[in-house]
T-cell receptor, first 112, second 118 residues
Framework: KNQVEQSPQSLIILEGKNCTLQ??????????LRWYKQDTGRGPVSLTI?????NTKSNGRYTATLDADTKQSSLHITASQLSDSASYIC???????????FGAGTRLAVHP | GAGVSQSPSNKVTEKGKDVELRCDPI?????LYWYRQSLGQGLEFLIY????????KSGLPSDRFSAERTGGSVSTLTIQRTQQEDSAVYLC????????????????FGPGTRLTVL
């Protein structure tokens, strides 16, 4: 069964600290792995997209890694800011390039 | 430019009533998607439109759910005889296309419609 699992379910960190969010996926055939940020009351916004040939990709303070052998991905946030408080969702397409399988997300709270 | 817009932003209805949710995709995007996000759950695929092709309806949970896309642009998701378990946020997304070119199939999401069925 195609699925995407994320951990932890929620996380609280202090402003300025780093954190790493985890994603395990079992999607076949694999084409790419995406991380989205979803602010409360908003739609998800894409942070990174990685194909199987890419093992790291950065977008500002966000760095995503991909291990296609273990089918794991991580999202590392550096020097967190209050505005990083959001849900972070790991996503991979299945059955085509547009039928997305979403993880349940990690809810991150950054406290001052 | 304008992003994906959805209306209404909030909808409260009584059990058994029909509701219509609207999505305006980004101009020029040929692909349009509907998702449902229940409280504490991941997004769930509902339906996908690509150009003039027959839509992929494989995610619709029951025959009470239907969607149309008129003129290749605006889409309406209709839920008939709403039930309390239909309460969720309904998200619409659009993308340039549906092919191997990654940048073309990146999906851009609207803000969603929060549906509450009493």
């Amino acid at each position: 069964k195609n699925q995407v699992e994320q951990s932890p379910q929620s996380l609280i960190i202090l402003e300025g600290k780093n954190c790493t969010l985890q994603c395990n996926y079992t999607v076949s055939p694999f084409s790419n792995l995406r991380w989205y940020k979803q602010d409360t009351g908003r739609g998800p916004v894409s942070l990174t997209i990685m194909t199987f040939s890419e093992n790291t990709k950065s977008n500002g303070r966000y760095t995503a890694t991909l291990d296609a052998d273990t089918k794991q991905s991580s999202l590392h946030i550096t020097a967190s800011q209050l505005s990083d408080s959001a849900s972070y969702i790991c996503v991979s397409p299945s059955g085509g390039y547009n039928k997305l399988i979403f993880g349940a997300g990690t809810r991150l709270a950054v406290h001052p | 430019g304008a992003g994906v817009s959805q209306s209404p932003s909030n909808k409260v209805t009584e059990k058994g009533k029909d509701v219509e949710l609207r999505c305006d995709p980004i101009s020029g995007h040929t692909a349009l998607y509907w998702y449902r996000q229940s409280l504490g759950q991941g997004l769930e695929f509902l339906i996908y439109f690509q150009g003039n092709s027959a839509p992929d309806k494989s995610g619709l949970p029951s025959d009470r759910f239907s969607a149309e896309r008129t003129g290749g642009s605006v889409s309406t998701l209709t839920i008939q005889r709403t039930q309390q378990e239909d309460s969720a946020v309904y998200l619409c997304a659009s993308s340039l296309g549906s092919d191997r070119q990654q940048y073309r199939n990146e999906q851009f999401f609207g803000p969603g419609t929060r549906l509450t069925v009493l």
